[in-house]
């Protein structure tokens, strides 16, 4: 049996880890399939996270929250959903409370703070961060979309891409340049409303994998955003950015080698019942050797990642290492769930078994939150200086 000794977490987190697994076991688990289906989870399935407590721990109990300073129970969270195998609520739920909550906590004005928090608690408002554009995926400052003061409000338009929970939002965290001649210092963060006239949004998208996790574009076309959803200072919005998205590629790692230890633990019940030759094929020498080998490998990243977790509790992963977690652990993942894939043969490839959808699901986790291509510049800048 797969397991790794754990040494990071206490009596109450394991409390919590039950309530999470009990959780998905009962709300999350049986409603999988029927949401890829949909291209999206449920309205309810957000209204009762939110009433379970699960979502944004860290809001201040003034809005609803737990006031949680742990991040070892996001970590908890985040694991629990990847080992359930169901890929695209370990995707959406964790976007919402751990990446684009964190913006609106940091930087928003106290009557932004006062209106958006308690849905995004509750689970009445589902967010999505907009920051992809058609001809803007990992160069953010090439972002063409606009947003011009107009005194008393901004009027933003421009087109965003490939928006995870982008059909389902409530509310959305936009960049958007304010001086288009200033290059990164002049992009600006904004909280945009459904409810704004303008705002609109695409149908979901067909992707490869992550069925159930809504994809789309957004299209704003003179949407007038108040000036008290600025976020921070006007021209500072990369800043925030590169502050936040350490977190945001940690959380993409989190995902990554729990939903790659997901998919290793039912190959490893799935060989030791297939038989082939008049035996079980986990007999076979190249079996046990290619499990031995990812087994080794799950561990080392079960290991690192449980470190890099009580470093980011200190708030010392800075955005090379949080860069080095997305890249090995989700290039770990995509290796597993491809092994996994030939482990099973034939039934491997269908889409009926778990694995099937595990490996199209891995492949899109190298691209989003800034291509492994662009995490190995980053890990370079700080090892070159």
């Not at 751990?98 to 608690?121: C, R």
Request: proline fraction near 3%.
């Amino acid at each position: 049996m797969y397991t790794v000794r754990r040494t990071i977490f206490n009596e109450e987190h394991d409390l919590f880890r039950q309530s999470v697994k009990d959780f998905i076991a009962k709300e999350i688990t049986p409603y999988n399939a029927e949401w890829e289906k949909n291209k999206m989870v449920s309205r309810d399935s957000w209204k009762k996270l939110g009433e379970n407590g699960f979502l944004c721990l860290q809001a201040p109990e003034k809005f609803g929250g737990m006031d949680i300073k742990d991040f070892r129970y996001n970590a908890i969270f985040i694991e629990e959903l990847g080992l359930s195998g169901c890929s695209g609520p370990a995707i959406g739920y964790p976007l919402h409370s751990d990446i684009v909550f964190p913006y609106i906590l940091h930087y928003g004005t106290e009557k932004a703070k006062s209106k958006y928090i308690p849905g995004m608690v509750s689970g009445d408002f589902v967010s999505a961060i907009a920051m992809t554009e058609p001809g803007a995926g990992s160069d953010l400052q090439a972002i063409r979309s606009t947003a011009v003061d107009k005194g008393d409000h901004y009027l933003i338009n421009g087109s965003k891409t490939f928006i995870t929970n982008g059909y389902l939002s409530d509310v959305v965290v936009v960049a958007a340049k304010t001086d288009p001649n200033q290059g990164a210092k002049g992009i600006s963060l904004f909280i945009v409303d459904k409810d704004m006239e303008g705002f609109s949004k695409g149908i979901p998208f067909e992707k490869v994998g992550l069925h159930a996790q809504d994809t789309c574009e957004l299209f704003f076309e003179d949407v007038k955003v108040p000036k008290e959803n600025l976020l921070g200072k006007e021209g500072e919005g990369f800043k925030y950015l590169m502050t936040e998205l350490a977190q945001e590629r940690l959380i993409v790692g989190l995902a990554a080698i729990a939903l790659a230890e997901s998919a290793f633990i039912s190959t490893v019940e799935y060989v030791k019942g297939r038989k082939a030759f008049g035996r079980s094929i986990s007999e076979f020498q190249n079996t046990r050797f290619k499990l031995a080998e990812m087994g080794a490998k799950l561990e080392q990243g079960r290991i690192y990642a449980d470190q890099l977790v009580m470093l980011h509790n200190d708030k010392k992963v800075d955005s090379a290492m949080a860069s080095s977690a997305k890249y090995l652990l989700t290039e770990l993942q995509c290796a597993v769930s491809d092994e996994c894939v030939q482990l099973h043969g034939g039934y491997g490839y269908m889409w009926d078994f778990p694995v099937a959808r595990a490996f199209a699901d891995a492949r899109v986790q190298r691209i989003y939150a800034g291509t492994n291509e662009i995490m190995k510049e980053l890990i370079a800048r700080k090892l070159l200086g």
